[in-house]
């Protein structure tokens, strides 16, 4: 198991930075071939891929997102980050976290419960 | 970006029931495809990865299938735990990875 939790503020005001770290227990973040991603799903609505990062710091990002967005990692406390600037009510969604493998396809294979963001003043 | 369109957006089976599923792509993806059951206030789970390979504890009643832009799910005897909304996702290339917009498994 690699259970994956999300922590931040549910509620962030409009034109201000979202803030999301990622906790992985249960193994170390650097073992294997994985990266760590974000993804998000508005309420009733499907799922948007975010972006990644590798344990090296390399990163992926969704280019409709990538001027806002930063994605780390922080090898030491077992975590990765995600931060997405100059925020909108468009930006309310549940954000999980998740491991992807570098298996053949590349599946998402484990996800944090997800934890709701709600973008209002 | 690759577009990727699931058919039907919802469907009503029965426990028992034979069903299918369709994800097609924008553009050939090989068999970079992956499929996920997501229950209502749940993260999605994977079943399927690579297009057909079962991933680890899923139910041999799941099975994935296609190539290039057309792809299955088939659920060969549908359970009452089946019953959620499925996703289709390819990872060919570059990203972004991209998801279908669901499809909706309901009881009849």
């Known amino acids: 198991q690699v259970p994956l939790q999300e922590s931040g503020p549910g509620l962030v005001k409009p034109s201000q930075t979202l803030s999301l770290t990622c906790t992985v227990s249960?193994?170390?973040?650097?073992?294997?071939?994985?990266?760590w991603s974000w993804i998000r799903q508005p309420a009733g609505k499907g799922l948007e891929w975010i972006g990644r990062?590798?344990?090296?710091?390399?990163?992926n990002f969704n280019p409709s997102l990538k001027s806002r967005v930063t994605i780390s990692v922080d090898t030491s406390k077992n975590q990765f980050s995600l931060e997405l600037s100059s925020v909108t009510a468009a930006d309310t969604a549940v954000y999980y976290c998740?491991?992807?493998?570098?298996?053949?396809?590349?599946?998402?294979?484990?996800w944090g419960q997800g934890t709701l963001v709600t973008v209002s003043s | 970006d690759i577009q990727m369109t699931q058919s039907p957006s919802s469907l009503s089976a029965s426990v028992g029931d034979r069903v299918t599923i369709t994800c097609r792509a924008s553009?050939?993806?090989?068999?970079?495809l992956n499929w996920y059951q997501q229950k209502p206030g749940k993260a999605p789970k994977l079943l399927i990865y690579?297009?057909?390979s079962l991933q680890s504890g899923v139910p041999s009643r799941f099975s994935g299938g296609g190539s290039g832009t057309d792809f299955t799910l088939t659920i060969s005897s549908l359970q009452p735990e089946d019953f959620a909304t499925y996703y289709c996702?390819?990872?060919?290339?570059?990203?972004?990875?991209?998801f279908g917009q669901g499809t909706k498994v309901e009881i009849k």
């Open positions: 998740a491991r992807q493998t570098s298996n053949w396809g590349q599946p998402i294979d484990y």
């Open positions: 996702q390819q990872s060919f290339s570059t990203p972004p990875w991209t």
């Open positions: 553009q050939s993806i090989s068999t970079y």
């Open positions: 249960g193994g170390s973040i650097t073992s294997g071939t994985y990266y």
């Open positions: 690579a297009t057909s």
């Open positions: 990062v590798y344990t090296s710091g390399s990163t």
